[in-house]
C-alpha cells in the first residue's frame, strides 16, 4: 500500500496544483416547511506552498534534536 501511495503522490512536488471537488449539504429546520437540504458545491486548485532552503534549515535548527 505505501508503494501505492509513493507512486499516486511521486509527481507532487511544492507548488503544484492539485485540484479538489467538495460537496457538503446543510440541513435547516424552517418552521413551516420543516427540514430543508441545502446542497453546496466548492471546486478549485489547492497550490502547494513552496518552501526554501533556508526556511527548511531554520525550522530543522527549531527542531532537532539537543
Given amino acids: 500500500m505505501l508503494k ?3 507512486l499516486t503522490y511521486r509527481d ?3 507548488g503544484s ?3 479538489y471537488s467538495a ?3 446543510l440541513s435547516v429546520d424552517a418552521p413551516a416547511l ?3 437540504r441545502l ?3 466548492k471546486e478549485g ?3 502547494l506552498p513552496t518552501v526554501s532552503g533556508a ?3 531554520d525550522i530543522w535548527n527549531i527542531m532537532k534534536p539537543k
Fill in 12 to 14: 507532487v512536488r511544492p
Fill in 23 to 25: 460537496e457538503l449539504g
Fill in 4 to 6: 501505492t501511495l509513493m
Fill in 45 to 47: 486548485e489547492l497550490v
Fill in 55 to 57: 526556511e527548511i534549515k
Fill in 34 to 36: 420543516g427540514l430543508i
Fill in 39 to 41: 446542497p453546496l458545491q
Fill in 17 to 19: 496544483k492539485i485540484p
